[in-house]
């Protein structure tokens, strides 16, 4: 975890910057069992792995999965004392902040992102395919894969759906009392007296569960894709794209705020490394 030795706007920036350096790391690492298994010889009576393959496979998507979580609980550390920060993150690039629900990405776009991938690649390996030659990828959904991905897509969403409200509300209250009672009531705009402190952290409060409810969201629905619907191979590719994305968009966000003069998603001046 990041040292408590720096201030708080500086700690979230250094969380986000070391947790953006292992998503680089675990790419490389993910990239070149990608490249090992696409080159194992198979047929349409062998798996695409072998079970030595598929064990490591699973080492690497449970390693990628507990750095997710580590981020998480690291973000949950610093959001007690400055959770208004997630919400509107100074160390994101603006294009990553006008894609930002909740603090991070929706859930259900890990399932859209497997959606595109498994047409994608069925649309590349069709004329094999109906030649009976088969790859164990994302294109090779099964229709109980299916059906366990559509169901899981429409509770991600109702749980979306709910957080969503949940957080419109909070805002909303903005207006309601007491917030608003005491912003009509002070003499000296700068003052904060210790009622609105105790208004603010009450609300702040309720912030924080709504972020730590979206987070344990986008944790579980990670997670019962990579580990309990998909095979290892495919989880792989799914593990390899999203973190490419991610990547990219932050790469993107950083050269259009440039391109316009800002300088967002910086530590004392230094660009976060991009995906080389």
Same mark, same amino acid.
């Given at each position: 975890?990041?040292?408590?030795?720096? @201030?708080?706007? /500086?700690?979230?920036?250094?969380?986000?910057?070391?947790?953006?350096?292992?998503?680089?790391? &675990? %790419?490389? !690492? *993910?990239?070149?069992?990608?490249?090992?298994?696409?080159?194992?010889?198979f047929s349409a009576s062998t798996s695409?792995?072998?079970?030595?393959?598929?064990?490591?496979?699973?080492?690497?998507?449970?390693?990628?999965?507990?750095?997710?979580?580590?981020?998480?609980?690291?973000?949950?550390?610093?959001?007690?004392?400055?959770?208004?920060?997630?919400?509107?993150?100074?160390?994101?690039?603006?294009?990553?902040?006008?894609?930002?629900?909740?603090?991070?990405?929706?859930?259900?776009?890990?399932?859209?992102?497997?959606?595109?991938? @498994?047409?994608? /690649?069925?649309?590349?390996?069709?004329?094999?395919?109906?030649?009976?030659?088969?790859?164990? &990828? %994302?294109? !090779? *959904?099964?229709?109980?894969?299916?059906?366990?991905?559509?169901?899981?897509?429409?509770?991600?969403?109702r749980q979306e759906n709910r957080l969503?409200?949940?957080?419109?509300?909070?805002?909303?209250?903005?207006?309601?009392?007491?917030?608003?009672?005491?912003?009509?009531?002070?003499?000296?705009?700068?003052?904060?007296?210790?009622?609105?402190?105790?208004?603010?952290?009450?609300?702040?409060?309720?912030?924080?569960?709504?972020?730590?409810?979206?987070?344990?969201?986008?944790?579980?629905?990670?997670?019962?894709?990579?580990?309990?619907?998909?095979?290892?191979?495919?989880?792989?590719?799914?593990?390899?794209?999203?973190?490419?994305?991610?990547?990219?968009?932050?790469?993107?966000?950083?050269?259009?705020?440039?391109?316009?003069?800002?300088?967002?998603?910086?530590?004392?001046?230094?660009?976060?490394?991009?995906?080389?």
């Amino acid at each position: 975890m990041t040292s408590l030795n720096v @201030s708080d706007q /500086e700690a979230q920036h250094l969380c986000f910057q070391e947790w953006m350096k292992l998503q680089e790391q &675990d %790419l490389l !690492e *993910l990239l070149h069992a990608h490249h090992h298994s696409s080159s194992s010889s198979f047929s349409a009576s062998t798996s695409r792995t072998s079970a030595n393959s598929d064990c490591h496979l699973k080492q690497l998507i449970a390693k990628s999965i507990k750095h997710f979580q580590d981020y998480i609980d690291n973000r949950r550390h610093f959001a007690r004392n400055d959770v208004s920060a997630y919400l509107a993150p100074t160390w994101c690039t603006t294009l990553e902040s006008s894609m930002i629900w909740i603090s991070g990405c929706h859930p259900s776009s890990f399932i859209r992102l497997i959606y595109a991938l @498994s047409g994608r /690649e069925l649309e590349s390996h069709l004329s094999n395919y109906l030649q009976g030659k088969r790859y164990g &990828d %994302l294109s !090779e *959904l099964s229709t109980i894969q299916l059906k366990s991905i559509d169901e899981l897509h429409m509770k991600t969403i109702r749980q979306e759906n709910r957080l969503s409200k949940m957080l419109t509300s909070l805002q909303e209250e903005i207006a309601d009392q007491p917030i608003a009672i005491i912003a009509n009531e002070v003499g000296n705009f700068a003052e904060i007296c210790g009622e609105a402190e105790e208004a603010l952290d009450k609300h702040a409060k309720c912030l924080r569960h709504v972020i730590e409810e979206a987070d344990k969201l986008r944790m579980e629905t990670f997670k019962e894709l990579a580990m309990n619907i998909l095979s290892p191979f495919q989880a792989l590719e799914f593990l390899v794209a999203s973190k490419k994305l991610h990547l990219c968009v932050n790469a993107w966000g950083k050269k259009r705020d440039l391109q316009h003069g800002r300088n967002r998603g910086t530590v004392e001046g230094n660009i976060y490394p991009t995906l080389s």
